[in-house]
């Protein structure tokens, strides 16, 4: 299926890595053009090599930076000639305890995983609807929709996120003029945010990382933890242009492991 987005320009974040590199190399195999950002320059370099040799990959330009604070958010739509589709991405917080979380702690969550995917959204949504087309897609988690009780810092900065995505993805300002915001909840995939995780969870239960891997994979009906390359081509799938009357949505991907019927 041509996805019809070619040459659309898009800003992919935290793309380095994981799950927002998984997104990058979807997108550039549609001939989209890329801005990727991370925070660590080598591995960001490193990962836009790849992606300018992927067949099909259009311009790819690299700017490090950490898009939780102004600067960072600043030099990465610099390098953007247009922002038609916006992936919002940012590493999880820590695990641990409540009790352990002063309010600096919590403002971090909040501004990497709540605060700056709504500064990035208002710096380009206006010019989305002017122009007709926009994509944005936040990658949040599936604990939004099922709580991880060691990830409460997460829990609480996606979930704001989420509630202001739902009204503003309804504004029809915007769903009239081509421009969808939804998010992609991620279940278990092969990231070191998972691994960190697990080890979290190991430390916490007293028993090894591979025993409580194993017992994660189990509880998980595709037996099997997700790979980065089938949740950026869903990501690639909700940019495209077939996916104009999709706005609004928590899209969960992860094998099955939710277990309610909404």
Known sequence: ?????????????????GLGRGCAEALAREGVK???????????????????????????RAVAGDITTPEGRAAALAACPQVDILVTNAGGPPPGDFRDWDAETWMRALQANMLAPIELIK?????????????????????????????????????????????????PQLASR?????????????????????????????????????ARRQGVPARRFGDAAEFGALCAFVCSAHAGYLTGQNLLIDGGAYPGTF
């Not at 925070?39 to 960001?44: E, K, S």
């Open 123 to 171: 710096a380009v949504v206006d010019d989305m609807a002017a122009r007709g087309f926009g994509r944005i897609v936040n990658i949040t988690s599936a604990a939004v929709k099922a709580p991880i009780d060691i990830l409460g810092l997460s829990n609480g900065a996606r979930s704001g996120l989420t509630g202001f995505v739902a009204g503003l993805a309804r504004q």
């Open 34 to 60: 890329l801005v990727v950002t991370a925070r660590g320059d080598d591995a960001l370099q490193a990962a836009a090599a790849v992606l300018r040799a992927l067949p099909g990959a259009a311009e790819v």
């Open 178 to 214: 081509n421009v969808t915001i939804n998010n992609l909840l991620p279940g278990a995939f092969e990231t070191d945010r998972l691994r960190a995780t697990l080890q979290g969870a190991a430390a916490k239960a007293g028993r090894g990382v591979d025993e409580i891997a194993d």
């Open 1 to 17: 299926m041509d996805l019809g987005i070619a040459g659309k320009w898009a800003l992919v974040c935290a793309a380095s890595k």
